[in-house]
């Protein structure tokens, strides 16, 4: 098993952008227009850039291309569908619908957090960055042929905001209205001291057409695939094994700066599969042609069959310098058991991240410390100044720990058993009131201490194994419980579970993403990706903290100090990462010589294309 990119991953948009200090790289403070958004003003790309640096613009259209799902979003699944809708709760969302749509602006993958013009061609934003208004394409259409515009706009963000998913709504919490002044002017307006990512989050929304849903409810699961403005199309499909996309041969944003170089394929399919073991003999035996590989057990023993060997079967590693965000098994502190932090330390020191890694993955991860994993913003040594100016108003609040160096899971002796972690655990168990009795531990109220692992798929039992059997050493009453996909969302989402694994997946900007994870109002919404219920005064004041920061340096200590407390709560286990991803697929694609920097796993699917030469020679080698 490895990082949960494809299992778990949570994502929300592009994440990371601020509020009184978003502008336009060219906006003057009388809200000059402007062709793409950065958080503190700066852009890459000029207004009359050709395209990105990181596609091929004269890549070949054609071909085909599948996969499986890598990561999700909102209410998808990585091993089902059953719906079209992919932006509310009810249903699972069939991957790949967000090509289907377009949106205000598009990311530029090569840098942190900038967008550019896309279905609106400009931004005017008003001095006191409350309104953002932007001008339409006026050749933007939905592929009916009728015309995509500002009132599309304010219907959808009006429409996500009062029925998108949970997710949506927190993230939509600073967005007042969105009014369309005429067809091609709407007007955005947020609250005062409104969050960082709001802006660019609703510029990466998508755009819905407002006549196709007068007459169809907008938060109901449906598998009538919605009427679009993207480069695809929903084509074939069958629910719970596979959805197809084709290109729209005539899109009209194909030839926009944003856009050339990309969705190359005439058709993109999406396979699911319930279990990681059958999805990889579907890719050897060509089921699908593209696979990213997240398990360090396949990729070293199981790329030894005939067609990697001759290669029919390329692999290649792509170096990830992006925050890999943080994996771990995350406690439900809404559960009595779990609410003494020393409770949850003591559980931790049960899992012995030496032995797992050496034995079940080869020795592939290093260790995670910091839900802010591989970036700048990870805690280390003593607080700095600055920090320290932002903790202080809560000394005797927080553990005393957040004042010195931040907590660092243990080393184990690479055993599977190391008894001094397993005797700290004991100790901290006692101290918590959970002693044993005829050789079972007991909480303080007298119940046996018992613990269940949520699980959805088979792969991941192994590394759940040495972990049990050490808190069987303490006494507590481990097990794992694996159910569908389905319940399991379902569980989740209700925040019905002891302990489960997720990935938290952190932009390069933190903003407003952050609440969704960490917040006290998260805690309470079922469906936030807050799982360890995170209710914490200091940690909701270090998320407004980094939220208003002015520049990436305040941004940076506000983190920091935000990683301190997270880590002193002990609300998590926490696991590995890897600094890069492994891919794997059929030779017959071709893509540009270096993978933008910020999307490095994800852009196969957007900025590759198929090598008729290449998929001629693969015929051959039959």
């Known amino acids: 098993m490895a990082l949960l990119d494809r299992r778990h991953v949570l994502c929300l948009g592009v994440g990371a952008l601020s509020a009184p200090w978003l502008r336009p790289a060219t906006a003057s403070e009388n809200g000059t227009e402007a062709h793409g958004m950065s958080v503190f003003g700066d852009l890459k790309y000029p207004a009359d850039f050709h395209h990105f640096d990181y596609v091929n613009v004269v890549a070949p259209k054609g071909g085909f291309f599948s996969l499986i799902p890598s990561s999700r979003a909102f209410n998808q699944s990585f091993f089902t569908f059953n719906s079209f809708n992919a932006y509310i709760l009810k249903g699972e969302g069939a991957q790949g619908m967000d090509m289907t749509f377009v949106s205000l602006m598009a990311r530029a993958n090569d840098e942190p957090d900038a967008m550019y013009g896309l279905a609106a061609k400009s931004v005017r934003i008003s001095p006191d960055k409350l309104a953002y208004r932007f001008t339409m394409r006026p050749e933007a259409r939905f592929h009916d042929g009728s015309k995509l515009t ?46 960082r990512d ?98 360090a057990r396949i990729w070293a023993t199981r790329y030894d069959f005939a067609a990697v060997k001759d290669g029919r079967v390329k692999r290649e590693t792509l170096p990830d310098e992006t925050p890999s965000g943080g ?11 779990f609410k003494d932090s020393r409770v949850r330390e003591a559980v931790g020191y049960a899992f012995d991240f030496e032995w797992t890694n050496k034995t079940v993955m080869y020795g592939a991860y290093a260790r995670t410390c910091s839900p802010f994993q591989n970036s700048d913003m990870v805690a280390s040594g003593p607080p700095s100044p600055e920090e320290l100016k932002l903790l202080e108003p809560f000394r005797g609040q927080v553990p005393d720990e957040v004042f010195g160096e931040p907590f660092v899971p243990p080393v184990s002796d690479g055993s599977g058993q190391d008894r001094t ?202």
């Open 150 to 195: 500002a009132h599309d706009v304010a219907f959808s963000l009006t429409a996500l905001k009062d029925k998108g998913h949970p997710l949506i709504l927190v993230q939509l919490r600073d967005f007042v209205k969105a009014e369309a002044l005429d067809d091609a002017t709407v007007v955005v307006t947020l609250a005062e001291k409104h969050a």
């Open 198 to 295: 709001v802006p660019l989050f609703i510029a990466s929304l998508p755009i819905f057409s407002k006549a196709y849903y007068a007459t169809r409810p907008f938060d109901e699961s449906s598998l009538d695939a919605p009427l679009g403005s993207g480069p695809y199309k929903v084509g074939k499909y069958e629910v719970n094994r596979y959805v197809e996309y084709d290109r729209v041969k005539d899109w009209w944003a194909a030839d926009l700066a944003v856009n050339r170089g990309s969705y190359n394929f005439d058709t993109v399919r999406y396979e699911f599969y319930r279990d990681r073991d059958v999805a990889f003999e579907g890719f050897s035996g060509k089921s699908y042609l593209f696979r990213e590989e997240f398990t």
């Open 327 to 337: 994996q771990g098994w995350f406690f439900n502190t809404r559960r009595d058991k």
């Open 421 to 622: 972690l397993l005797r700290k655990a004991v100790q901290l168990l006692n101290e918590a009131g959970c002693i044993i009795k005829d050789g079972k531990r007991l909480l303080p109220n007298g119940e046996v201490f018992t613990v269940e692992f949520l699980l959805d798929e088979p792969s991941f039992q192994p590394h759940h194994a040495t972990f049990i059997k050490n808190l069987g050493q303490l006494g507590i009453e481990a097990g794992i419980r694996q159910i569908d996909a389905v319940q399991y969302r379902a569980r989740v989402e209700a925040f019905d579970f002891d302990v489960t694994t997720e990935r938290l997946s952190m932009s390069a900007t933190p903003g407003d993403s952050l609440r969704p994870y960490f917040s006290s109002q998260a805690a309470a919404t079922k469906g936030s990706y807050n799982l360890a219920g995170v209710a914490s005064p200091a940690v909701d004041v270090l998320i407004e903290k980094a939220i208003g920061a002015e520049t990436r340096t305040d941004l940076t200590t506000a983190c920091r100090a935000l990683d301190r407390v997270f880590r002193a709560g002990r609300y998590w286990v926490p696991q590995w990462y890897n600094t890069s991803h492994r891919v794997a697929y059929w030779d017959q694609f071709s893509h540009p010589p270096k993978p933008p920097r910020y999307a490095p796993g994800a852009g196969a699917r957007e900025n590759w294309w198929y090598d008729a030469a290449k998929a001629a020679k693969l015929d051959q080698a039959k």
